[in-house]
Structure formats: C-alpha cells, structure tokens
C-alpha cells in the first residue's frame, strides 16, 4: 500500500515562490504511478491542479496554474516536486498529492486517485 506525505507549505506574499515535495513509501520498485497534485480552497471543492507519470515524466496542467507551477519527479527518491512561482492570493489552500497506478489512462478526477497524502497548508497574501 503506497504512502504519500506532503511538504514545503508554508505561507509567502503574491509573487513569491514555494516547492512542495510528496514522497511516496511502499510503492513498488518499478514505481509505475500516476502523481497528482490537487488544491482545496476554503468553502471550495478540491481541485486538480498538475500530474506527472513517474515512469515516463509526461505532464499535464490546469490552465490556472499552465506557466507558473512546474511538476516534477526524481524517481530514484520516489519523490514529486511542484515548484510554485508568482503566486497569487487565489492560490490559497490545503495542497493534496495523490496517486495511481499506471494503468493506460490519465485521471484529472479526484475520485479516480488510490492514494493520498494529508495535505499541506498553502497561504498567499496581497
């Protein structure tokens, strides 16, 4: 059973930067996953922002974060990074990892997602 904790959170003004790190345990040595990152706002559903497949580092993002979040992975660490840049109030929220395995098909739903980490709080100010 795979196991993701989160890390980085922290609080920054607009326009400042955060790397967040999601370290997977568990997982098989072949690390065939799908890596999610997904945000909740206060009062808001929880939505997908980028994901990453570990075997072969294709991504895709939201468009609200396309330019300024970058997912990646170092797969010898089982570890996925989102490097945030110019950060905006709106980007407030607890950011979630997730995962899947591989399994031919690209999920950006969270109910499609086995595994999740606990959440690290995320705040921006003006």
């Known amino acids: 059973q795979a196991q993701l904790v989160e890390s980085g959170g922290g609080s920054v003004q607009a326009g400042g930067s955060l790397r967040l790190s999601c370290a997977a345990s568990?997982?098989?040595?072949?690390?065939?996953?799908?890596i999610a990152w997904f945000r909740q706002a206060p009062g808001k559903e929880r939505e997908f922002l980028a994901l990453?497949?570990?075997?072969?580092?294709?991504?895709y993002y939201a468009d609200s974060v396309l330019g300024r979040f970058i997912i990646s992975g170092d797969n010898a660490q089982h570890t996925v990074y989102l490097q945030m840049r110019n950060l905006k109030p709106e980007d407030t929220g607890v950011y979630y990892c997730?995962?899947?395995?591989?399994?031919?098909?690209?999920?950006?739903?969270?109910?499609?997602?086995?595994?999740w980490g606990q959440g690290t709080q995320v705040t921006v100010s003006s």
């Open positions: 990453i497949r570990t075997s072969s580092g294709y991504t």
């Open positions: 997730a995962g899947h395995l591989w399994a031919g098909t690209y999920y950006y739903d969270r109910a499609r997602y086995d595994y």
């Open positions: 568990g997982v098989t040595s072949a690390y065939p996953y799908v």
